[in-house]
T-cell receptor
Framework: AQKITQTQPGMFVQEKEAVTLDCTYD???????LFWYKQPSSGEMIFLIY??????QNATEGRYSLNFQKARKSANLVISASQLGDSAMYFC??????????????FGTGTRLTIIP | GAGVSQTPSNKVTEKGKYVELRCDPI?????LYWYRQSLGQGPEFLIY????????DSGLPNDRFFAVRPEGSVSTLKIQRTERGDSAVYLC??????????????FGPGTRLTVL
């Protein structure tokens, strides 16, 4: 089974609208971390937001928020007031196990977001 | 401050040749990671260093792949007898484990390897 599933290969959104990028995950660990990264056409992966499995509140970082539904094993990224510069590939990733000793990230296949002016 | 740097940015080689890819992590970061990203896919984990030692090399696809980090800073990914299927973007990342909590990984721009 896929550990990280991103079901939206591509999305088109009007500028200034909010957008939700879906991510579901599969793990039997109680302790894990979820990440979202942005990859512009330049290729560099840019960290956006993190959610720990024990965090009770949804993470927020500026215009980014993470809609964490633990029972459903989903960690959707919400971008408010989208901008043209948000056009990029977005990857959801998971680190299984506690923070130290289990460092590798498992990535999904990504969603290509295109913001329309 | 300087981010993660990788050299070369592009490498074209012929099948069967040996290649080395270099990664300079962010200064002070003790953890270093290598990932491989094929076209249309997310990055796939190859190996992780904590200091000079490889703490997890479970992602290396076979014994043609090897990585070192002799002084706990710069790392080199070495691929012997390259095959066309090795063509991909090789990404390096580093993190500061002392930070605790999220330990987010900071990625370099990648090396695009093409094996003809």
């Amino acid at each position: 089974a896929q550990k990280i599933t991103q079901t939206q290969p591509g999305m088109f959104v009007q500028e200034k609208e909010a957008v939700t990028l879906d991510c579901t995950y599969d793990t039997s660990d109680q302790s894990y971390g979820l990440f979202w990264y942005k990859q512009p056409s330049s290729g560099e992966m840019i960290f956006l937001i993190y959610q720990g499995s024990y965090d009770e509140q949804n993470a927020t970082e500026g215009r980014y928020s993470l809609n964490f539904q633990k029972a459903r094993k989903s960690a959707n990224l919400v971008i408010s007031a989208s901008q043209l510069g948000d056009s990029a590939m977005y990857f959801c990733a998971m680190r299984e196990g506690p923070n130290f000793g289990n460092e590798k990230l498992t990535f999904g296949t990504g969603t290509r977001l295109t913001i329309i002016p | 401050g300087a981010g993660v740097s990788q050299t070369p940015s592009n490498k074209v080689t012929e099948k069967g040749k040996y290649v080395e890819l270099r990664c300079d992590p962010i200064s002070g970061h003790t953890a270093l990671y290598w990932y491989r990203q094929s076209l249309g896919q997310g990055p796939e984990f190859l190996i992780y260093f904590q200091g000079t030692g490889a703490a997890d090399d479970s992602g290396l696809p076979n014994d043609r792949f090897f990585a070192v980090r002799p002084e706990g800073s710069v790392s080199t990914l070495k691929i012997q007898r390259t095959e066309r299927g090795d063509s991909a973007v090789y990404l390096c990342a580093s993190s500061n484990r002392d930070r605790g909590g999220r330990n987010e990984q900071f990625f370099g721009p990648g090396t695009r390897l093409t094996v003809l």
